[in-house]
């Protein structure tokens, strides 16, 4: 079953305001990915994080792991139409030996002019 | 440009026939894997593999099966096709570990 969770499912902003999804798993990760969607399009590699509290940043998006490696958020500073899609994370079990991705059901953004 | 090629872009098949959905990497991928993906319920993995002829079902493997003769080369097969798998199927690959996805356009099939 689904044991990668992500909240909210959608999310509608005014372009300029932040905005911010949040993915938890029930069991410990060895590393966490997040991945955008552009509407009509494929999924497409945003970063990875592997340590435990690791906060990385590209440009208006951080991404934070949380310590217990269970938690992960995506956090976009002042939006822009160009962000909207969909956001997904995706982990990797700890146990898991062959990095085979469990990914949450990802957060619709829609930006308002 | 590295790239994750899917055969179809759209492809409407009729109920019981047997389809074929290509995927084809340049990248030199280890790893490839076949996703459907279906309003409100995100991506589920179908089947993937790790090396040429090796292959391991995912979550939903029902009703598919899967090729893998090539290390470029990952082909999903719908044995008899129904309408309930009408949808979105994404193939993607990666190198072996710890390493993000290179995702295809994806191939909406429609099962009439």
């Known amino acids: 079953g689904q044991q990668v969770m992500q909240i909210p499912q959608y999310q509608h902003v005014q372009e300029g305001e932040d905005f911010t999804t949040y993915c938890n798993s029930s069991?410990?990760?060895?590393?966490i990915q997040w991945y955008k969607q552009r509407p009509g399009g494929h999924p497409v590699f945003l970063i990875q994080?592997?340590?435990?509290?690791e906060v990385k940043k590209q440009k208006r998006l951080t991404f934070q792991f949380g310590e217990a490696k269970k938690n992960s958020s995506l956090h976009i500073t002042a939006t822009q139409t160009t962000d909207v899609g969909t956001y997904f994370c995706a982990g990797v079990l700890i146990y898991n030996q062959g990095g085979k991705l469990i990914f949450g059901q990802g957060t619709e953004l829609s930006v308002k002019p | 440009d590295v790239k994750v090629t899917q055969s179809s872009r759209y492809l409407v098949k009729r109920t019981g026939e047997k389809v074929f959905l290509e995927c084809v990497q340049d990248m030199d991928h280890e790893n490839m894997f076949w996703y459907r993906q279906d309003p409100g319920l995100g991506l589920r993995l179908i089947y993937f593999s790790y090396d040429v002829k090796m292959k391991e079902k995912g979550d939903i493997p029902e009703g598919y099966s899967v090729s893998r003769e090539k290390k470029e080369r990952f082909s999903l097969i719908l044995e008899s096709a129904s309408t309930n798998q009408t949808s979105m199927y994404l193939c993607a690959s990666s190198f072996r570990g710890n390493y993000g996805y290179t995702f295809g356009s994806g191939t909406r099939l429609t099962v009439v």
């Open positions: 069991t410990t990760l060895s590393n």
């Open positions: 994080l592997v340590k435990s509290g």
